[in-house]
């Protein structure tokens, strides 16, 4: 009888979780549904060539290397945050530099849906000397991550003020990505 009655209460316990996540799952659809239902499309990402890779992936973290402002009809922006663009048009690029960036994480492990948790951002601006608003250009891309990835998506950061940037883009940004290791 006791048996019988640790393999009930055991049966209830399996139920019990099963249901809490199925709960779950629709009340989180996922990452890649969530990127799609907020409209945000992913392109192939930046190529790897022969000193340059996108990403590396060791144990459960991603690290991606900095990432640029790429625009959906092909270029960068480029220019001084505070003289060349507005803290508006900086955000913007900000954001299409995390648009890049998750392309390029998604090309590393498959799906968005392995994010565990974004870890680091750490945002470069090109911007003048007297220039203060650094955050403010840098929230256009954390603003994207907390969209999709909730609290998951809230990194440590950090964002500072470049005297220059590669070929002159207005922002550049790197990434620290926790990953499941089940697929």
Excluded: W
Excluded at 125 to 141: E, R, W
Excluded at 144 to 151: A, C, E, N, R
């Amino acid at each position: 009888m006791k048996r019988h009655s640790i393999l009930i209460f055991a049966a209830g316990l399996l139920l019990s979780v099963a249901i809490q996540y199925s709960v779950q799952a629709a009340e989180n659809p996922g990452y890649e549904a969530k990127l799609k239902a907020l409209g945000i499309e992913l392109n192939t990402g930046t190529k790897p060539n022969d000193h340059f890779v996108p990403a590396v992936t060791t144990g459960n973290l991603v690290f991606l290397s900095g990432h640029g402002p790429r625009k959906p009809e092909g270029g960068a922006v480029q220019g001084k945050v505070g003289r060349d663009l507005s803290i508006e048009e900086g955000k913007e690029a900000a954001r299409l530099t995390m648009i890049a960036l998750l392309s390029s994480l998604r090309n590393e492990i498959g799906s968005l849906d392995r994010v565990r948790r974004i870890v680091k951002v750490h945002g470069m601006v090109n911007c003048p000397t007297d220039f203060t608003q650094q955050p403010a250009v840098i929230n256009g891309a954390t603003a994207v991550l907390t969209s999709i990835f909730g609290d998951a998506g809230k990194p440590a950061r950090a964002a500072v003020g470049m005297g220059s940037l590669p070929n002159n883009i207005a922002v550049e940004i790197e990434m620290i990505v926790e990953i499941s290791l089940e697929h």
